[in-house]
């Protein structure tokens, strides 16, 4: 999945950006109230780690 797909859904639950960091972009979910990391590059495909790291800190997973 790529980084701009996972904002995509991110937004529609309701996630919302906070900050910019020194290389990502700080976000928040309150469906799990936690901060998660993203990074700038929108079209990189993410790990699969990181990925799902970044699925379970928004409330995706």
């Known amino acids: 999945m790529k980084t701009s797909e996972f904002l ?3 937004v529609k639950i309701g996630c ?10 700080v976000w928040f979910s ?4 936690k901060y998660f990391r993203v990074s700038r590059h ?3 495909e993410l790990k699969s780690g990181t990925l ?3 699925l379970k800190d928004a409330g995706l997973k």
């Open 8 to 10: 995509k859904k991110a």
């Open 16 to 25: 919302y950006f906070v900050s910019h960091g020194k290389e990502h972009d």
């Open 52 to 54: 799902n790291s970044m």
């Open 30 to 33: 309150p469906v799990t109230n």
């Open 42 to 44: 929108k079209g990189q």
